[in-house]
């Protein structure tokens, strides 16, 4: 059974910086992919970056050059380093695992064990 626990979020103004941190167990050879999603009021929950075994990692447009997905395998633990942050960033931010072949990809399905999320608040 796989446990994912997200810490991190906070609340920060407009070009503000802050790192999600994703502490998991269980986790084994079979979860290809790991990600970071968000969802905000009122909307779907959407990919925000994926990282495959070999640290190959994805990146939503909206986020590209601004956020950095990383693992530390040793502490069993990702990482999700935000700057530049928008208030559109401002969302509740979910940890996942699954087991996916080929590239790790953005969309929610293929993911099969969640966290319970950590809030991200941007102020204009």
């Known amino acids: 059974e796989v446990h994912l626990v997200e810490s991190g979020g906070g609340s920060v103004q407009s070009g503000g910086s802050l790192r999600l941190e994703c502490s998991y167990a269980?986790?084994?050879?079979?979860?290809?992919?790991m990600g970071w999603f968000r969802q905000a009021p009122g909307k779907g929950r959407e990919g925000v970056a994926t990282?495959?075994?070999?640290?190959?990692?994805w990146y939503a447009d909206s986020v590209k050059g601004r956020f950095t997905i990383s693992r530390d395998n040793p502490k069993d633990t990702i990482y999700l380093q935000m700057s530049g942050l928008k208030p559109e960033d401002t969302a509740e931010y979910y940890c996942?695992?699954?087991?996916?072949?080929?590239?790790?990809?953005?969309?929610?399905?293929?993911?099969?064990?969640w966290g319970q999320g950590t809030q991200v608040t941007v102020s204009s």
């Open positions: 269980g986790v084994t050879d079979m979860t290809r992919c």
């Open positions: 990282i495959e075994q070999d640290d190959t990692t």
């Open positions: 996942a695992a699954g087991y996916v072949s080929g590239y790790c990809p953005l969309e929610t399905a293929p993911y099969t064990d």
